[in-house]
């Protein structure tokens, strides 16, 4: 099915068309948690509850920026677009200040230069569709993502991205590696939480295996030109 598409990459505006890029973003994103539920830290049942409002807010609240893969088919019609689908997503988290970007000595994560010379981002929620898999499209929406980083302001040069990803989803790891992500320490998924952004998933009774160091922290360095 895949074959019978072409794609675009876009970074999901927080004004123009906001309403519709919400439901779209709504139905993409609770597909995913349906279909692939252990890719996240949030359920289904969470986020099928949430309101028009709340997904609105997903997309515009002022630290993140939402980057769609859009399927495309070869028979598309210009003045039809609703045969346009949603079918990737990975979402940057940031600018964040050092201090919000530190971890505890124990997560081994390198130490932060400061805000004067260097920006941090948070990548996190990086899917796409099992259907359409196979055709680099997560890769692409990386790509573009850093694109967006390196461009859309001079300073300072240099930018951090980091990512939190589970240590056993060897797929997910080469593909970073792939994209110059390098190892950088251990995190708890309390400390993965908070960096993404999703306190309110914390859990009310922290057992001892949230302490367990098992996300894997990788991170990139890019500058710009």
């Given amino acids: 099915m895949a074959s019978n598409y072409t794609y675009s990459f876009i970074r999901v505006s927080k004004t123009d068309g906001v309403g519709i890029s919400a439901q779209k973003y709504?139905?993409?994103r609770l597909k995913a948690l349906k279909t692939s539920p252990d890719s996240f830290s949030s359920t289904y049942d969470i986020e099928a509850a949430f309101t028009d409002a709340d997904w609105v807010d997903r997309l515009t609240v002022p630290d993140r920026e939402v980057f769609i893969c859009?399927?495309?088919p070869l028979?598309?019609?210009?003045?039809c677009p609703v045969d346009i689908q949603w079918i990737g997503q990975v979402t940057l988290r940031g600018p964040s200040s050092r201090t919000d970007f530190e971890l505890p000595v124990e997560a081994g994560q390198p130490p932060q230069k400061s805000d004067e010379e260097e920006e941090r981002w948070q990548m996190l929620s990086l899917f796409t569709l099992p259907e359409y898999r196979g055709h680099g499209l997560g890769s692409k929406l990386c790509l573009e993502a850093l694109s967006y980083l390196r461009l859309y302001r001079s300073f300072p040069r240099n930018i951090q991205v980091r990512l939190i990803v589970k240590a056993g989803n060897t797929v997910t790891v080469e593909l970073y590696r792939r994209?110059?992500?390098?190892?950088a320490g251990r995190a708890t998924l309390i400390e993965a939480l908070i960096a993404n952004g999703d306190e309110y998933l914390l859990p009310k009774d922290r057992s001892?295996?949230?302490s367990e160091r098992k996300g894997l922290i990788m991170?990139?360095?890019i500058s710009r030109s």
Avoid: C
């Avoid at 028979?75 to 003045?79: A, E, G, I, M, T």
């Avoid at 994209?179 to 190892?183: P, S, T, V």
């Fill in 75 to 79: 028979s598309h019609d210009p003045s």
């Fill in 26 to 28: 709504r139905d993409l």
């Fill in 208 to 210: 001892s295996d949230d």
């Fill in 219 to 221: 991170i990139s360095r």
């Fill in 179 to 183: 994209l110059g992500f390098i190892h």
């Fill in 70 to 72: 859009a399927a495309i």
